[in-house]
């Protein structure tokens, strides 16, 4: 996060290289993420937890038909994790990629397919026919 410019200001950048400016459409998403009233915050008046979740607004803002989440949940509390897996499976089923990687195995509920590494190996692969998303 770009540490002088507002939560708004820095989901409205990822914009900005896109040449558009939805100012709503930037909102849209920090309400998505439960931080609806934190617009006008610096990153340093932010958590931990709460500036992860900007940085996944902003991911978002573009509405990027693949999203790469690399551990998405893990500085948030279990509520935030909830809010952030639900908001991945919903734009999973709105037909979007994604592709997680984590250290949670639990997360793999989540996922129609999963791949295991180790150390940087690859250990195999399963399909899950039980997915949640």
Same mark, same amino acid.
């Given at each position: 996060?770009?540490? %002088?410019?507002?939560?708004?200001? $820095?989901?409205?950048?990822? @914009? &900005?290289?896109?040449?558009v ?7 849209? *998403?920090?309400?998505? *993420? ?7 915050? +610096?990153?340093? @008046?932010?958590?931990?937890?709460? @500036? ?7 991911? +978002? *803002?573009?509405? /990027? /038909?693949?999203? %790469? ?5 893990? $500085? ?6 909830? =809010?952030?897996?639900?908001? +991945?499976?919903?734009?999973h089923?709105?037909? =979007?990629?994604? *592709?997680?990687?984590? &250290?949670? /195995?639990?997360?793999?509920? %989540?996922?129609?397919?999963? +791949?295991?590494?180790?150390h ?14």
């Open positions: 996060m770009i540490p %002088f410019l507002t939560a708004l200001e $820095n989901i409205m950048l990822a @914009q &900005h290289y896109h040449s400016v939805d100012e709503a459409a930037a909102r849209k *998403v920090l309400e998505q *993420v439960g931080l609806g009233h934190r617009v006008t915050h +610096l990153p340093s @008046q932010l958590s931990g937890g709460e @500036q992860q979740r900007v940085c996944i607004a902003r991911a +978002l *803002v573009n509405e /990027p /038909p693949v999203i %790469f989440a690399d551990e998405p949940t893990g $500085n948030l509390d279990e509520e935030n994790e909830q =809010r952030v897996l639900d908001l +991945l499976t919903d734009l089923r709105q037909g =979007r990629t994604i *592709v997680m990687v984590t &250290h949670n /195995p639990a997360l793999g509920q %989540f996922a129609d397919r999963i +791949l295991r590494l180790q940087g190996k690859y250990l195999g692969e399963e399909a899950n026919q039980h997915a949640l998303a």
